[in-house]
């Protein structure tokens, strides 16, 4: 096997991993996952999980990040078609209702709360959740210095916002595509109520 051939194998192996983990702590939580669990699901050794992340918490860090860097790539691609902070905030708006696993998000709280706010692994998590809330409100300074939006502080209001849409995502979780799109848009126009200029 050539260097080539085991660098792909391992990346491969990887993504394996990281699949079956988020399905796994999709359903079950964060504390009800164990390695043995992932082995099972990969067919792996604990040994070939190990060679790729340090623990359960350096696993779960990692599909973390993977899944808030796939996201925004999604949104890169798609917010280069709207001129205006508006527009992009519906267009926001309306990822968000496609895109969101609140069962992974679940997993996220009961990481945080199995870990310990102190532990390296959640100061991880935390930077990653940070740097998600930080190009969101990238967005919102936009709207703010094209006078879209009304002068606030943009670190606050991007957080407020992100908050009413995880919000809404915990409570739009039981309909249907359409009527949860809509739901969002109905929340964004209230939103933008309070921040248009």
Known sequence: M???????????????????????????????????????????????????????????????????????????????????????LYAYSELFADNVDLSLTKAGEDFIATTGADSEAVQKFGAIIAGYVQRFEEMIREGIERGEFKQQESGEMAFALLSCYSGLANNSRFMDKENAKRMYRKMTDILLDGIRK
């Open 2 to 88: 050539t260097a080539k051939q085991r660098a792909y194998d391992s990346v491969q192996t990887k993504e394996t991993i990281l699949l079956h983990a988020k399905a796994l702590f999709s359903q079950k939580g964060y504390k009800g996952v164990s390695i043995s669990d992932i082995c099972t699901a990969t067919g792996l050794s604990k040994g070939s999980i190990y060679h790729h992340f340090k623990n359960k918490e350096d696993l779960f860090v990692h599909l973390a990040e993977a899944a808030f860097m796939d996201s925004w790539k999604d949104w890169d691609t798609r917010s280069v078609r709207f001129s205006s902070a508006v527009e992009k």
